[in-house]
């Protein structure tokens, strides 16, 4: 059996679930850090049951990723947990939390520099967070992986999107500078572009159904992205094979971004 963990923050729905899925099929034991309510506890915990079935060692914790205190204490938790010799070989950051507000509209809320700054810590910041943490305590295994999501709005204007802009823009610089200052360290720093995927994350952006028939009349390949198509490409960044792919930011999305 395996040494080595895959920790998801962010991980009970979405691409965050699908990659720890495909990890436990291959072996990694995995750690889901999520922020859900009660009412949606029961449909999770029949996700999480499929990836204990794969014969890996499963921790779920509900709470507050964000927060500093919380975060040092799962990590104590965290760390009381693994079994000696165990060490996390993967973070993947899948945490998306933030405002949609439009920056101008006739009547209701506008985003604000408020919105923006919490955006940007939850999608962006928090990259940095887990990883120094973790770097820290001394978590990571040799050759970690550490891996996030960004989209194609990352360069695109989009309606109602500027502050997750804001902070896809900084994660993928943060990617990119993490991966050149940590290197001595052994730890690789890669994000994914995946193309439009129908998430409960896509479906909070307004005018969702329109992104989806945009991005399907774009695609090459005549279909959108599924969690599954991403959490395959994370599989391959956590690879031997992958060992020289760091700092940089991977298209996963079929060929949609090619016009």
């Given at each position: 059996m395996k040494k080595e963990w895959a920790l998801i923050l962010g991980g009970s729905n979405g691409l965050g679930l699908a990659t720890a899925k495909k990890l436990a099929k291959h072996g990694y034991h995995i750690i889901i850090v999520h922020r859900d309510r009660r009412t949606a506890l029961a449909a999770i915990e029949k996700e999480f049951e499929e990836i204990k079935a794969t014969g890996v060692l499963f921790n779920a914790y509900n709470a507050d990723a964000l927060h500093p205190q919380k975060r040092e204490e799962l990590l104590h938790g965290i760390s009381e947990n693994l079994p000696v010799g165990h060490k996390v070989k993967v973070l993947v950051h899948s945490i998306a939390k933030g405002s949609l507000k439009p920056m101008y509209a006739k009547d209701g809320a506008t985003l604000s520099d408020q919105d923006i700054k919490i955006t940007f810590d939850a999608m962006a910041l928090s990259l940095y967070d887990w990883t120094k943490t973790l770097?820290?305590?001394?978590?990571?295994?040799?050759?970690?992986?550490?891996?996030?999501?960004?989209?194609?709005?990352?360069?695109?204007?989009?309606?109602?999107?500027?502050?997750?802009?804001?902070?896809?823009?900084?994660?993928?610089?943060?990617?990119?500078?993490?991966?050149?200052?940590?290197?001595?360290?052994?730890?690789?720093?890669?994000?994914?572009?995946?193309?439009?995927?129908?998430?409960?994350?896509?479906?909070?952006?307004?005018?969702?159904?329109?992104?989806?028939?945009?991005?399907?009349?774009?695609?090459?390949?005549?279909?959108?992205?599924?969690?599954?198509?991403?959490?395959?490409?994370?599989?391959?960044?956590?690879?031997?094979?992958?060992?020289?792919?760091?700092?940089?930011?991977?298209?996963?999305?079929?060929?949609?971004?090619?016009?």
């Open positions: 770097m820290n305590a001394q978590l990571f295994s040799n050759d970690s992986r550490v891996i996030s999501f960004t989209s194609e709005g990352n360069t695109r204007a989009l309606p109602n999107y500027g502050a997750v802009s804001v902070a896809k823009v900084a994660l993928e610089a943060l990617t990119r500078n993490m991966a050149l200052e940590f290197a001595p360290i052994g730890i690789k720093v890669n994000c994914v572009q995946a193309g439009v995927t129908q998430t409960k994350s896509l479906e909070m952006i307004p005018g969702y159904e329109k992104l989806m028939a945009h991005a399907l009349a774009r695609n090459p390949n005549s279909r959108l992205t599924t969690p599954e198509d991403v959490a395959n490409a994370v599989y391959l960044l956590t690879m031997e094979e992958a060992k020289w792919i760091t700092g940089t930011v991977i298209k996963v999305d079929g060929g949609e971004s090619l016009r």
